[in-house]
């Protein structure tokens, strides 16, 4: 079986670095993008199974990539990863389909947990459509 592909999206190298180290680790296939515009070059390169994107990145943010991810991407399941976004921030992603939510300084395990429902849920649509 191959590798689930996950795109990374995340403006802070350190953060970034140890995130997709540990996604590498559980055997998913990383790639990592600096900011919003990276992310959308990336994603019409190559579609991944999964994409966890900042809230809080400048220029682009991630509430308007995933907008145009929406657009573009349909059901893309997407996770959206915060250190410190607004309630009124994390509603805007829901109401775009934003699968769930990553705190930065929540355990991974939190992290493989909404992998599994963003997996669960992406076959249900598919076994009913």
Do not use: C, N
Request: glycine share 6%; proline share 3%.
């Amino acid at each position: 079986m191959d590798a689930i592909e996950v795109l990374l999206v995340d403006d802070e190298p350190d953060y970034a670095e140890t995130m997709a180290f540990w996604l590498k680790a559980k055997g998913y296939r990383v790639t990592t993008a600096a900011d919003g515009h990276e992310a959308l070059a990336k994603l019409s390169e190559r579609l991944p199974r999964i994409v966890f994107l900042d809230i809080m990145m400048p220029g682009m943010d991630g509430i308007e990539t995933l907008r145009r991810i929406r657009r573009s991407h349909g059901a893309l399941p997407v996770i959206m990863v915060t250190a410190y976004a607004s309630d009124e921030r994390m509603g805007e992603a829901e109401q775009l389909g934003a699968v769930g939510f990553f705190q930065k300084a929540a355990d991974f395990s939190v992290a493989a947990r909404l992998i599994d429902r963003a997996l669960h849920d992406l076959k249900q649509r598919k076994a009913a459509s």
